[in-house]
């Protein structure tokens, strides 16, 4: 009674809550894969809903799980997780910006490479969008590395952030500039760091 009683969301994350990571990618399409089909069968389109907020929510805290999911469904794969493409990319995006912590860049870089390139599949105009946005998540990852690279770790969503506000991408040069030490202006570095943040912040 107490199970009938749950949400979609509740049942889908229980299902999965007690899986080990090695047994991840078996449980997702042994337990997951089925559940999501049957809600689907409910009620058409539910079953995206209910793996975004999933996916999104477990991605806040670790993009590990996310990214096990997002690698069984690239595009190049006959049996994939995640079939339709767009929402591949869609909920990638999310997670990666949804995600909190400032040491998972690795683990977004993993998961861009989990995506379909562009000219895969149909073109439509939200497919084309899709793609500019990962091209954009691209671009700041690259931000995220070089800033990472010369100790000032953020979170991918910081960067995103910073790119609407020239304010913001000021503090930031201000604080790079402090943390090494040296005047950006007289160093080699001011070419790395003001290319790359500039592609976003001064536009």
């Known amino acids: 009674k107490e199970l009938q009683q749950m949400k979609d969301i509740e049942k889908l994350r229980l299902l999965m809550n007690s899986c080990s990571e090695d047994k991840y990618v078996t449980s997702a399409y042994q337990w997951m894969v089925p559940f999501l089909h049957r ?5 058409p389109g539910v079953a995206n809903e209910l793996l975004k907020e999933y996916l999104v929510t477990l991605a806040k805290g670790d993009l590990k799980f996310p990214l096990k999911i997002f690698q069984h469904s690239k595009p190049d794969l006959q049996q994939k997780i995640i079939p339709d493409q767009d929402q591949l990319m869609a909920i990638a995006l999310e997670c990666i910006y949804t995600c ?44 995220s590395e070089l800033l990472e690279k010369h100790g000032l770790e953020k979170p991918i969503s910081f ?9 913001e991408a000021r503090q930031l040069m201000v604080r790079l500039t402090r943390h090494t030490g040296r005047n950006l202006f007289t160093t080699s570095l001011s070419v790395d760091i003001w290319v790359s943040l500039s592609f976003g912040f001064y536009k």
């Open 159 to 167: 960067v995103k952030n910073t790119q609407s506000s020239s304010e």
């Open 100 to 143: 909190e912590r400032n040491d998972q860049l690795c683990l977004c870089y993993d998961i861009l490479e989990c995506l379909p390139e562009r000219g895969y599949g149909d073109k439509t105009e939200a497919t084309t969008k899709l793609h500019d946005m990962v091209d954009q998540l691209e671009q700041i990852l690259s931000v």
């Open 39 to 43: 809600c689907e069968k409910q009620l």
